[in-house]
């Protein structure tokens, strides 16, 4: 404990000495990656920037107003790709599969998927902006990068940034659908005691925008393949495809995947 304390004290005095790593390129870098140009880089380098990371208690040159705004606007445009996607879904329904996808949790992983810590001015050593106790930092870039993409370009174009990222994970956000890994794990150990194993069959497109095809084996069972943004999609896509096939998990009339009972 008292290991893992010093290193979040070191943490927090290095986001006051370290300069800002900003650069023409790493900024054309991360726009390529995210699928969104600026017209002016300031709101872009002060969604990336930790409060901590700013000298006295200017909250203009810092990330935490921004993440208010994109808070608001990802909630809205998740609300509107829910309801169109499931336009039989009562509202308690929708509210659970909101929750879920606009969690700390669920911008976490976009962000890991964007690999931010890599463009994050926090003054620390990178490896410590992928540690679990810094994942709420992650997250909360994630709705700042969201709010810089709305005010620089409008309601549009945040939107256009939240389906790229998000519509792959609105079929796993229900009330009762667990993670497809876990679940995947415990049906295979109940039917023959074995376990799932995960190879990456292909990876295709630029840097920015990859596109991964996973495989899923298990010892006695057919093997299924499934594609994702990154490594996790694309074996959770795989995984719930057995489990859809092999009858554990059902798609009701809704187009909603519920376990089987």
Known sequence: MADT????????????????????????ALEERIGHK????????????HSSATPGD???????????????????CVAQLLFETFPNAREGELSVRLNALVSGD?????????QLHEFIFAGADRKLLTSKRMKSVRADVVESLIAAIYLDAGLAAANAFITRFWKDRVHQSGAATRDPKTAL??????QNGNTPNYSVVSRE??????????????????SATGNGRSKRIAEQAAARKILLREGAWIENSNGEIEEAR
Not at 38 to 49: K, Y
Not at 58 to 76: A, C, K, T
């Open 106 to 114: 669920t911008c976490a992983e976009i962000s890991d998927e964007l």
């Open 185 to 190: 794990q415990e049906w295979a150990h109940v």
């Open 38 to 49: 600026f017209s002016t880089h300031e709101r872009l380098i002060r969604a990336l920037t």
């Open 205 to 222: 497109g630029p840097d920015h925008d990859p596109v991964f095809t996973v495989e899923v084996t298990i010892s006695g069972i057919e």
């Open 58 to 76: 200017h909250e203009i040159s810092h990330y935490e107003r921004l993440e208010f705004l994109g808070d608001r606007v990802l909630g809205l």
């Open 5 to 28: 304390d010093a290193l979040e004290q070191n943490f927090q005095r290095s986001l006051r000495v370290s300069d800002n790593g900003f650069s023409e390129k790493k900024i054309e």
